[in-house]
């Protein structure tokens, strides 16, 4: 075995522990705060599809499906958690994710190279989801946990400002990376909060419907997306990429 291909296998065997990990304890992978629940067990899978080659994406979504089906046949919390059970929701959704991720990453590779100045679009694309993001985030926190909205709001202006000074500050050199993949841990993760709650409305839509009427259904997928699915997107980026960029400098020595 050649050892680039002993690496690479040792790489994916690091990252499906640590997706497993996230998957069976307590509030590292799903992590409840007030009346938000935040999924992160998407970024382990991100960061390892950017690491690995593309040809393994699949896997670590394999894994992330299938550690979401056995949870939520042995362990389930939430009452949408017997859904999971059938793997066109659980495990289908997450191989999905994991390969639009590394290609939506070659994508926007490539979008680099055909247009010009294209860290300006994908810097201004990336704010607004930001934006979306903390508002709808603030909105909640404000509906649900009854916080003094005259107070709260100055807090999220300020909130924003710091992200997006931040992201500047971080794609302020001459790396067309440092663009490309907080644009793709963005996109990705939004792409799997979708896919996945599509797939919960078309193969377990029986049983949703127990929860949620059938005629509002699209509105709560949609509700849903610009709430913790863009809160989640900015999460990935926020705690992804420094990761990614450490692990990238410890792989090049």
Sequence with gaps: M??????????????????????FVPQIGYITFGPLSMTLI???????????????????????????????????????????VNPLVS?????????????????????????????VYIFGFVSLLT????????RVIIDQAGWNEAWFIPVI????????TAYYAFIKHNDSRRTIIPATFLLSTIF????????????????VTQYVPAENLVN????TTVTNGLIEAVLAVLIGTPILYGLEKVMNK
């Design 42 to 84: 998407h970024i382990p899978v991100l960061i390892g599809v950017f690491l690995l080659p593309k040809r393994y994406s699949w896997i670590l979504g394999l894994v992330f499906g299938l550690g979401s089906l056995v949870k939520a046949t042995t362990a389930p919390v939430g009452i949408l958690d017997p859904a999971f």
């Design 91 to 119: 495990v289908l959704p997450r191989v999905a994710f994991a390969v639009a991720a590394a290609w939506l990453f070659e994508l926007f590779k490539l979008i680099e190279r055909k247009i010009k100045n294209p860290d």
């Design 2 to 23: 050649k050892k680039n291909d002993l690496q690479t296998l040792t790489l994916l065997s690091v990252f499906s522990a640590i997706i497993l990990l996230m998957t």
């Design 131 to 138: 934006l979306f993001a903390v508002y709808y985030a603030g």
């Design 220 to 223: 709560v997928i949609y509700t």
């Design 192 to 207: 799997h909060t979708v896919v996945v709650l599509v797939s919960l409305a078309v193969f377990s839509y029986d049983f």
């Design 157 to 164: 202006l300020v909130l924003i400002g710091f992200v997006l």
